[in-house]
């Protein structure tokens, strides 16, 4: 029997699906960076405080360096919230090597998660949570220059920026943020035919209640040359009203569908909530859009990969599973108190309307504004979630994330800056390191400012951060410093991304791509001090809700 087009579309669809999932590595991805840019931020804070960099001829330096003083105390005396290491006994030989043991001694209280940032002994790794060892990194140094105000060593060393690394790393693995299951009413293309279905039957209502709703009002308009009445607000209203009614009776309808084979996936799924798409000026709910597929890149044109990605999601019908998945109930934004719009607030219904590539996630300054409302209810309890602002800085100085994309080189542009970040940081380069942090400290200035002028705005939110808008603006300067004639090149490439998912030399060759190309190295770092410079001034002013 000849298959049928839907049939041979499904096996299609369902084997693009399969390799798409498989293909990506099995780890987190760059929690390196993550960590290390949180803890240098720290280490600057640390040789501000021990007058290790010059700030005589600096009066507004100097006041960031009394600043840094009094927010590194308070947050050492922050609990690190670490759960007990996964191992007591460390196995790892360079761990044991460094420890002269293979039982480190924690000294930690109990229970162990209210041991202090400032108490921790050991600098952790990135795999504390998930991996099989004793959790300590024996390759861990806070780096040239550093080491005169830090010196490192088991029990002596400030590990303070070591742990608030670690849980700016944490947003990548939560597993549960988004889950994805398969619905029929989004399987071979019906997520297309009832957008343009919803567009079809929204005209036709729309004529009928502008009619009935402004009729009288548009007359008044007209007989008193705008004197009363508002025409075009009317209209615009019902128009919007009809579009709503439509929405609303036809997600009804598809939700009483059910779906199936609910999955979940590190790589695949949990970075969905992390984009900010300033390209775009605005987003269908929320004030800045996140991550929409059918309209990512850098002019809102998929790549090959996302291409792929939505025929395979098209055809099986991969829509976001709202029960399990956290992401919309952390991330949409209700009552936020910031002077920015709160998030238009969807349903069940909403988020499994259509397939995920049609489907609109929250933007990154959501995902910022979560953590720091949750570390600001609760300090003592909540430095994890000092975590997720933090994240959002490090992904906000990423062209790909702010830019709405998962393809367009998004993963092999990470993996080279991963590679290059020790020289990116100066790490073994007393001299360089140090004319660094200077120049990192002075762009500190510029955020600090920010958050300082946005609080003498707004009296009653005296110890507050602008969270959305330092993230907004991070993202905004992110982009601007890549655009222009040769960006469809670098950052962004439509060739890149494909090519990476295919294992071996072909994957090697998209990494070499950013790490060699002319002139990458310089605006990477660039991104990267001013990505520093917004966590050093993030830290100082959230030391400031602290008692």
Known sequence: MRPSLASARLALGALLGGW???????????????????????????????????????????????????????????PARLPSPQQSVCVDPA?????????????????????TLGAVPFPISTAYITGVDCGIDPSWSPGAFFTTVNPPGPGSADHTGVVLGFWAHQ???????????????????????????????????GAIWVTLRCALECAGSVLTLGIVGDCKDCIDEAIQDSKNAVHEGLTTVDGLFPGFGDHTNVDAYTGMGHHLNVVSSSGEFDD???????????????????????????????????DPSLGPKRYEILGAQDFHPNSVDRDEDDWQFLSFPHTPFTPLDNLAHFGWQAFRANPQVGVRELGWPLHAIGDAIVPMHVAGTFGWGHRPYEDAFERRLSILLSTGDVEAAKREALA????????????????????????????????????????????????????????????????GPTREGTITFYETIPGSAATNKTLLEEGIAAEIAFLVSAGEVLP
Do not use: C
Not at 177 to 204: C, Q
Not at 476 to 493: D, I, K
């Open 20 to 78: 798409l999932v498989a293909a990506a590595p099995a780890q987190a991805h760059n929690a390196k960076v993550h960590r290390d840019m949180t803890d240098r931020a720290y280490e600057i804070m640390l040789a501000l405080s021990a007058g290790a960099i010059d700030t005589s001829e600096d009066p507004a330096l100097a006041q960031l360096a009394q600043d840094a003083t009094t927010a590194i105390q308070k947050l050492r005396n922050l």
């Open 440 to 503: 990192i400290a002075k762009r500190a200035l510029v955020w600090r400012k920010l958050i300082l002028d946005w609080r003498a705005q707004h009296p009653g939110q005296a110890t507050d951060i602008p969270v959305r808008d330092l993230i907004t603006q991070l993202a905004t300067q992110t982009l601007a410093r890549v655009q222009g004639p040769s960006m469809l090149v670098w950052p962004f490439n439509p060739l890149m991304s494909p090519s990476y998912v295919v294992p």
């Open 95 to 115: 761990t044991v090597k460094m420890l002269g043991t293979n039982t480190p001694n924690w000294g930690a209280p109990s229970p162990f998660e209210d041991m």
């Open 288 to 322: 800045r859009s996140g991550l929409l597929v059918e309209s990512a890149g850098p002019n809102g044109v998929p790549d090959p990969l996302e291409i792929l990605t939505m025929l395979a999601a098209d055809t099986l019908g991969m829509t976001v599973h709202h």
């Open 171 to 205: 947003p990548d693995d939560e597993v549960d943020d988004w889950h994805i299951y398969f619905r029929p009413t989004n399987m071979v293309g019906f997520s297309l035919m009832k957008e343009y279905m919803e567009d079809a039957l929204a005209l036709p209502a």
